[in-house]
Each structure stands twice: as C-alpha cells, then as structure tokens.
C-alpha cells in the first residue's frame, strides 16, 4: 500500500482516506485523537460523534479509521458468488478499494483483547431510493468480509445513540485533557468534596459550579473545566442522558468509589 495507508497501528496508523481526500456530509474534521494519539479523519458529524463515543468508553484501546477492506480479491470473490458487481472507480476498470470506517481494538476485564467493526450511514441513506439496491450490497459485501474473518460488523446510525447523550460526550470531551494547574490531585479532591458538600437538588449546574469555585477560591471557567474533566474520565457519575448544559437542572451526581485513584490510574 502507497506510503503506508491504511497499515500501522495506534500512533502508527495512517488511514486510507483523509478529509482532503474526499468530498463528505456535513463537517469533515481532523481530530486530535484522545486513545491513540494521532490525528483521526472523520468525514460527517455522524462519525465524529460516533469516535467520541468510542473514546469514552474504557475497553477501546485503538481507533482505525478509513480502513481498507483489503485484499481486493478476498472481497470480489465474495462479490462473484453472490452476483454482486464489485465497484470501480469512476471511469476506470481498476477495482474500487472499499473501507469501513472504524476498526476498533477493545480490551475486556479478563485481558483479552479483540476487535470490531463499524460502518456508520446516516439513516436517510437507508431509505427507499434509486441508489438504495446498490449500498445494499456494498454493506452486504462488507459484513461478508467481516464475517469471513470472526470480526463482529455492525451498522451505526445517529439513531443508535441520543442527541443529549452525544451532545453531552462532546461538551465533555473537550476537557479531557486540562491545563496544568488544574491537573493537582489536592485541587481535584477538595472539587469533588466541594460538588458533595454543595448537593444538586433545585439548582442549575452553574449555580452549583458558582457556590463550588466560591467555596474553593477558584476562577468559575476553571470549576466549569474541572467538572467536565472529572465526568468525562468517570470520577463523577453522572446520567449522560440528562442535558448538561450550565443553565439546566443540575444532574444527580455520584462519586466514584475509587474515583481520583481510579483518574489517576487511567491519565
């Protein structure tokens, strides 16, 4: 493969498509990736709430991209047998090189490490349509590829996750790393003694956030910033279902047991 696309792992990995590449649905974006640590490309918003669900989560271990369904001819094997026309690019007979647009690596409790794949469409592009037949069975050919190799494929649409869950991820995830000073384990402890002490019940969470930077000497921006980074590594426990912006209801609110260890652990 050219330049290495589509090979390597973590850092290492470059994915077969880039932003500049191809033309996408709504904003395509390059991310600074929290897991692997390397600039991902995602190509709608659809897949960009999709990786940041993925970095939430704490059995992911590595996020690929782009990834290219390769060898071509394991994939139009799978396409002669089942009467499929295998796609080419435009105005050419050279074969197409499909992707599937994440290939993640998750560890379970026991050590085991395994992967999965996703392919994610938002679900208008499944509707009854002129070109539907036909992404049909690319996504059958897909899966087919997937299968062949015990690789468990699934599809992902914006329906297979909330808005307010998304929206929440998002506003959370951009204090998943913080600034310096606010990273002090005595800073961080006297917070979540500070969002204990100060209960939740019958206030906004700018109020709350308000009385906690008061009670600690804190600028307000940075109460906002610690909290998020606290509920986005799982030091706070929050129902991610419930709107979280400053203005709503404050969200009930649990303190990990092994919370700022369990942080500590985990940065």
């Known amino acids: 493969m050219a330049q290495g696309f589509g090979q390597g792992v973590g850092v290492d990995y470059k994915p077969w498509l880039r932003v500049q590449d191809v033309p996408s649905r709504g904003r395509s974006r390059k991310v600074h990736g929290l897991k692997a640590g390397r600039i991902h490309h995602v190509l709608s918003d659809l ?27 394991s994939v139009q094997d ?45 679900a208008d592009e499944l509707a009854p349509s002129n070109r539907l037949a036909r992404t049909l069975e690319k996504l059958e050919l897909e899966k087919a590829f997937w ?20 929206s929440n991820l998002i506003w959370l995830r951009g204090c998943a790393e913080i600034a310096r000073e606010l ?24 109020s709350l956030l308000r009385t906690v930077s008061y009670r600690l000497r804190m600028p307000y921006p940075d109460a906002v910033s610690l909290f998020r980074h606290l509920v986005w590594h799982k030091v706070l426990l929050v129902d991610l279902e419930t709107p979280m912006k400053v203005t709503s209801p404050a969200p009930r609110i649990q303190i990990a047991s092994d919370g700022l260890l369990h942080h500590k652990r985990a940065a």
């Not at 940041?52 to 782009?66: G, H, K, N, P, T």
């Not at 796609?87 to 999965?116: Q, R």
């Open 183 to 206: 990273r002090d384990d005595t800073l961080q402890a006297s917070f979540v003694g500070g969002i204990a002490d100060a209960g939740t019940h019958d206030r906004t969470l700018l």
């Open 78 to 122: 799978i396409a002669r047998r089942r009467g499929i026309r295998y796609p080419l690019y435009a105005g050419t007979t050279m074969p197409f090189v499909m992707t599937t647009d994440f290939v993640v690596t998750v560890k379970s409790d026991d050590g085991t490490v395994s992967e999965f794949a996703r392919t994610v469409k938002y």
């Open 147 to 166: 299968a062949q190799r015990g690789v468990d494929w699934k599809l992902v649409t914006e329906t297979s996750m909330s808005d307010v869950m998304a």
């Open 47 to 73: 897949e960009y709430r999709y990786l940041v669900a993925l970095e939430f989560s704490e059995r992911v271990i590595d996020i690929r991209e782009q990834f290219p369904i390769l060898p071509v001819e």
